[in-house]
């Protein structure tokens, strides 16, 4: 008799997701959470004033230097003193890069991972991209198609809150919508030069997990709407932005069916080979060091694209000497990630009689993919999304000239608008983009350290040259003034913290790990619901589409279950 | 002519002494009550001097609180000893020696005890050139970063200057913007 009905690993974006719908469903579940609990009562700091905050908010520069080089290096600007718990020591969790490579591996280990940390923005995939490898004869095409995921995206968006706007692009399906944060005048009006000069091109609101109108289910939650304080990245009382901690965890809570347990990180899987089902996990605990085991009739991976792909590589058998439903050696590659790196702004005049109320969180505009939308028509393949907004620059930071009161004062007088954008890339998977187990590095715990081994193709290069080009001739087009951009520099991969692909989905068990329904196909009763399943990347940030594949999942699971299949 | 220490005391004194400058609520952070006389924890009295008075021209006290009113110069030290690595430390200890030396060559004298306009004078000048092409000044355009970001750190800089308020409660995407 299993301990559970399910376990999931992992309580964050997907997990907490896996989490609810299972426990609606009304099986019994176990999550495992790597990391300590976050009370969000002791833990977030999101009510700290900024005369609350020593030393500018910053963390040492020795403890920098010690304990988070690699993740300070990748999102400065989210760590601060009062959000480093949010983030790994890198000293207490190293990992590897393969010679001539370099990786971000930028994570949070707690409850709900990093669903307390993302930057909420929130777009569906569409068949532009389902249909993409099958169109270009790339890598192996998605086992689904857009009709399949779509009731799915809307139940999830319809739980988590989203605003937005609708628009009615086929490249980028309208989601389930609350009132999205309206555009600045200066945004309005690159809205009206960048969609007359480019009729193809639409600027747009930034679509992102924020409550604008909550709903009777999110009131009963405990979440209110968004107070316009751009404090995320500290938590958010309120739980007006969507994490796993603010919504589904609660949710699965309150069903009485989940139990969660803190500290536990899964090592391996135990799969018995006379029935072909998983049986179980072996955890380790963080703190004590302390082995146990956790049955259940159905397993769900989310511990993240990375950590699933090693938590199978580890599991290893006489029927899987490769890693656990590996048949297809494609278990950690493939590895994908957004790319960026082109990036350009200018100033817009006219509008200096006008400024803003509120701190709008995440961004203020999307510019949705245009390029390849009806055939290859550019030097590269796929596309690109840009993230950016207008505001009138403060003059924060003391880096400009003068003093005395004119300089004072010049810091509360609304200055020159300044309009930025940066894009957001597909990258290609590649089935040499991977991570593997280190052969002989181990962590503090025994487990094996990851190693990457991940380079961009030609086309994330000639995509972002582009991209470049194209940033600068929509400011032009907006009448921007002293327009700068960056020379293309593409962020490492990883540090856009949208891990893809270690175990895709496809409808051959010779090519692919998982079929449509992220059910692996060697071992019915394994799912996995994180990055992982993902066939190709998009350009959209995808937790939207986890969530919703991880839903859609859950409730097919939990219909085999009913059905005595597994 | 008042020594350089009587002057920045009668500056002190003129806002209420040095005593109230770090008091800002019950969480506020440990900045020590510096007196510009006196050496903090990481910044000797010459130094506490120098920055008390440039922070005071940078950011001086008008319709609200100055630099000097709220004690930038303390909560720089704090962020010296507590932040700041030792090369940072060496760093900023060299960019203060060359700003005393360019600031003490502008007024013939020492520029700590020289008359408010000759102060001005003197510091707007080297700040010019700091953001002109003086690469050598890089250290003082660091030095303001530090004193005006501290400064909008404080509930006076951030509530009373910058009109920063904790929850907003609703975004509003065009206000426009009052003349008067």
């Known amino acids: 008799m299993a301990d559970f009905d399910a376990i999931v690993v992992g309580s964050g ?53 010690e304990h988070y080089p690699r993740q300070y290096g990748g999102v400065a600007y989210a760590i601060k003193e009062s959000t480093k718990h949010f983030w790994v020591k890198d000293s207490e969790h190293p990992y590897e890069e393969a ?101 193809e091109r639409n600027v747009i609101p930034a679509r992102i997990a924020h409550l604008t109108d909550a709903t009777e289910e999110q009131k009963e939650l405990g979440r209110s709407n968004c107070q316009v304080r751009n404090h995320c990245h500290q938590g958010c009382s309120f739980k007006a932005y969507f994490s796993s901690l603010n919504a589904t965890l609660p949710a699965a809570e309150r069903t009485g069916n989940m139990t969660l347990v803190h500290n536990a990180i899964v090592q391996s899987v135990e799969y018995d080979a006379a029935t072909n089902r998983v ?40 029927t899987f000497p490769n890693g656990l439903a590996n048949h297809s050696d494609q278990v950690g590659r493939n590895l994908m990630d957004h790319v960026s790196g082109a990036n350009a702004s200018g100033y817009l005049s006219g509008f200096d009689n006008k400024t803003t109320f509120g701190r709008r969180p995440s961004g203020g505009i999307y510019i949705p993919r245009y390029a390849n939308l009806d055939g290859q028509d550019k030097p590269y393949r796929r596309g690109f999304g840009f993230q950016g907004g207008a505001t009138s620059v403060g003059n924060a930071g003391g880096q400009i000239p003068g003093i005395g009161r004119a300089f004072k004062e010049a810091h509360r007088m609304p200055s020159a608008w300044r309009i930025g954008i940066g894009a957001f ?5 590649n089935p040499d983009n991977r991570v593997t187990l280190h052969a002989s590095k181990r962590d503090k715990w025994g487990n094996p350290l990851a190693l990457f081994n991940v380079k961009y193709s030609d086309n994330e290069y000639t995509m972002l040259q582009e991209a470049s080009k194209d940033a600068v001739a929509m400011l032009e087009a907006a009448g921007c003034t002293n327009i700068t951009a960056t020379d293309v520099n593409l962020t490492k991969p990883g540090n856009r913290i949208h891990e893809m692909g270690s175990a895709r989905m496809g409808r051959d068990r010779d090519t692919s790990v998982l079929n449509g329904w992220c059910q692996a196909h060697d071992v019915p009763n394994l799912f996995i619901t994180d ?21 859609r999942a859950a409730n097919y699971a939990a219909d085999l279950i009913e059905e005595g299949v597994l | 002519m008042k020594t350089r220490r009587e002057f920045i005391q009668g500056l002190i004194l003129s806002v209420g002494g040095a005593a109230t400058l770090s008091a800002c609520g019950d969480n506020a952070p440990a900045v020590m009550a510096t007196a510009p006389n006196n050496p903090g924890r990481f910044y000797t009295s010459d130094e506490m001097l120098l920055v008390n008075r440039v922070a005071d021209l940078i950011i001086p006290e008008t319709e609200t609180p100055g630099a000097l009113q709220v004690n930038v110069a303390g909560y720089l030290d704090g962020l010296m000893t507590d932040w700041a690595s030792a090369q940072t430390q060496e760093e900023h200890r060299l960019a203060l020696i060359r700003l005393r030396v360019d600031l003490d060559a502008a007024v013939s004298g020492e520029f700590v005890s020289v008359s408010q306009a000759d102060a001005e004078a003197a510091l707007a000048a080297l700040d010019a050139r700091a953001f002109e092409s003086d690469q050598s000044l890089q250290g003082y355009r660091t030095l303001k970063g530090w004193i005006t970001q501290a400064y909008f750190a404080t509930e006076a800089g951030a509530v009373q200057e910058l009109k920063w308020v904790a929850l907003p409660g609703r975004w509003d995407a065009s206000v426009d913007i009052n003349p008067a």
């Open chain 1, 13 to 65: 974006m997907s997990g907490g997701m896996s989490a609810k719908e299972l426990t609606e469903r009304g099986l019994k579940v176990l999550v495992l959470e790597r990391g300590p609990e976050i009370i969000p009562e002791r833990d977030y700091t999101d009510n700290l004033n900024p005369w609350e905050k020593p030393n500018l908010d910053s963390v040492p520069q020795d403890e920098i230097a």
């Open chain 1, 99 to 199: 010679e001539g490579t370099t990786y971000d591996w930028l994570r949070g280990y707690h409850t709900a991972g990093r669903s307390i940390m993302w930057s909420r923005q929130t777009y569906r995939l569409s068949d532009l991209d389902f249909g993409a490898n099958q169109r270009e004869g790339h890598a192996i095409d998605w086992p689904i198609r857009y009709a399949d995921i779509e009731p799915w995206y809307k139940k999830v968006e319809t739980f988590v809150g989203i605003s937005g706007s609708a628009e009615g692009l086929p490249q980028l399906p309208d989601s389930v919508f609350q009132p999205a944060f309206e555009l600045t005048d200066a945004e309005k009006s690159l809205k009206a030069s960048v969609e007359g000069a480019f009729p």
């Open chain 1, 279 to 318: 049986s179980g996990v072996r955890v380790i605990d963080a703190l004590t060091n302390e082995k146990r085991t956790y049955t259940a009739k159905v397993l769900f991976l989310n511990a993240s694209t990375i950590a699933s792909a090693m938590i199978l590589l580890q599991s290893k058998s006489e």
């Open chain 1, 425 to 429: 890339g597909e990258q290609l998977s």
């Open chain 1, 531 to 551: 990055g992982s399943f993902m066939t190709s990347a998009g350009c959209q940030n995808p937790s939207l589409t986890y969530m919703a594949f991880s839903a």
